[in-house]
């Protein structure tokens, strides 16, 4: 199940947000402010984080920022909203690191398609970091003069064909 934290002043967009989400079975909390928002977002894990752009005590941006720049918190996708009479800063929202942009009063089917496929990013994601790396191969008794030979061997097999095709597109570029 996917975790959205949903951080609006609003308590009528936090209902409104919330009732939208749980509806589509995902795990909605929400917060009233941006510092709230910060402090509660190690506990949570959120997939996705729905922000409001003016945010009292630390706006969206700032949360968006701060967040984008953490990398406990790089696969977590954040969608900045604002109401119909606030100027969403579309540049400021960008350089912050926004997902996505909603504006206010929702639009169900919008926030709910923008919001699964966010989650669904950010599940690959946290998949992609929680995966084991594969160990590299022991490069300590490397053999340079091997390295060179492979490398040789596999220019003079490639060489005919370049030299083909660097003569049609000469020949080509010429006869325009």
């Keep these: 199940m996917s975790r959205v934290l949903l951080a609006d002043d609003s308590r009528h967009a936090q209902n409104m947000g919330e009732l939208i989400l749980r509806d589509e079975g995902l795990q909605v909390v929400c917060v009233g402010d941006g510092d709230a928002a910060w402090k509660r977002l190690a506990e949570i894990d959120p997939d996705v984080i729905v922000a409001d752009a003016f945010l009292p ?16 918190f790089r696969h977590v996708q954040v969608i900045l909203t604002a109401g119909v009479l606030e100027p969403l800063d579309e540049a400021e929202a960008a350089l912050a690191g926004s997902d996505a942009l909603l504006m206010k009063p929702f639009e169900a089917s919008v926030v709910i398609e923008t919001v699964k496929s966010l989650a669904d990013l950010a599940k690959t994601a946290r998949e992609r970091r929680n995966s084991p790396r594969p160990a590299l191969p022991d490069l300590s008794s490397l053999d340079p003069e091997a390295v060179r030979a492979a490398v040789t061997i596999a220019l003079d097999a490639a ?3 370049m030299v083909d095709e660097i003569t049609q597109r000469v ?3 010429l006869k325009k």
Aim: aromatic residues 4%.
């Design 57 to 72: 005590r630390r706006s969206g941006y700032e949360l968006c920022r701060q967040v984008k720049n953490d990398p406990r």
């Design 171 to 173: 020949v080509a570029a």
């Design 159 to 161: 060489l005919p064909a």
